[in-house]
């Protein structure tokens, strides 16, 4: 089935894979393993496995499961669907037939938009030439950080219809993007009790970089204790821009000038 979420930009969440490990800086607080955690305390089925069954750990082993691969098909609306929302599909660890299953599902049910975020942005294009990319797949990269935006540019290898970019938590400043090819830009604070510090003019300086190139901006949230401890208002507004490819034909709404 699928699961209401309550991320801003999505609508809900499907988990034919589960379970992750550390990659970069921006996985330290991680909210997915918290949830695998409690998860696999109230018996949840998918987070039992911890990938050595020696040990008892977290319930966040890479696992992935066939079973799920049905769901979609049996969604009568048209959603927006965050894909593995608790694991990476271009983890190592994830077959390349399993990411080719679960291309298949989304070409074959194109009522419906998937939206595709990973760090292993390096295996994603190097697996590119290898996949059939659907065009209601939107493909992003999480970009927390200046040492990450080298992974943009592999992101721009993938021949997908729409590309994007999530920059939570946003960890430093992120001057001079290269945002060529990119549809749309998510910036957020972290949040829970060791939330890292997002300086104000970070997501300021990004929003005005997405003016200028003419891409889409969403600002998630400011972060805090709790996601909506600090609110979403950015200079004095919400910012809940969608790729042009979101606004199903209609004519984008016009940016804003960018302040001066």
Request: net charge neutral; glycine share 8%; proline share 8%.
């Amino acid at each position: 089935m699928a699961t209401n979420s309550s991320i801003e930009w999505t609508e809900v969440t499907w988990n034919p894979v589960t379970g992750c490990d550390r990659v970069a800086a921006g996985c330290d607080h991680c909210y997915a393993l918290t949830l695998a955690k409690r998860l696999k305390a109230m018996g949840v089925d998918k987070y039992q496995h911890d990938g050595d069954p020696r040990t008892s750990g977290p319930g966040f082993g890479v696992t992935i499961h066939p079973a799920a691969l049905t769901q979609p098909y049996q969604w009568r609306n048209s959603k927006v669907v965050f894909v593995n929302s608790m694991s990476d599909l271009f983890h190592a660890k994830v077959p390349i037939g399993f990411v080719r299953d679960i291309l298949d599902v989304i070409r074959e049910t194109p009522q419906h938009t998937y939206q595709v975020l990973t760090k292993r942005a390096r295996r994603m294009a190097r697996l590119a030439d290898a996949l059939d990319w659907p065009d209601n797949l939107w493909m992003g990269v999480s970009v927390e950080s200046f040492d990450a935006v080298d992974r943009i540019d592999h992101l721009r290898a993938v021949p997908a219809s729409t590309r994007f970019l999530s920059c939570e938590p946003l960890l430093s400043a992120l001057p001079a993007l290269d945002l060529g090819g990119l549809d749309w830009v998510i910036v957020g604070g972290e949040s829970g009790p060791e939330a890292r510090y997002m300086d104000p003019q970070w997501p300021i300086d990004i929003r005005d970089q997405c003016i200028d190139a003419n891409v889409a901006f969403f600002f998630k949230q400011w972060g805090g204790r709790t996601p909506k401890a600090n609110g979403r208002e950015l200079d004095g507004r919400t910012w809940d821009q969608m790729p042009p490819t979101a606004l199903r034909g209609s004519t984008p709404p016009p940016k804003p000038a960018r302040r001066v």
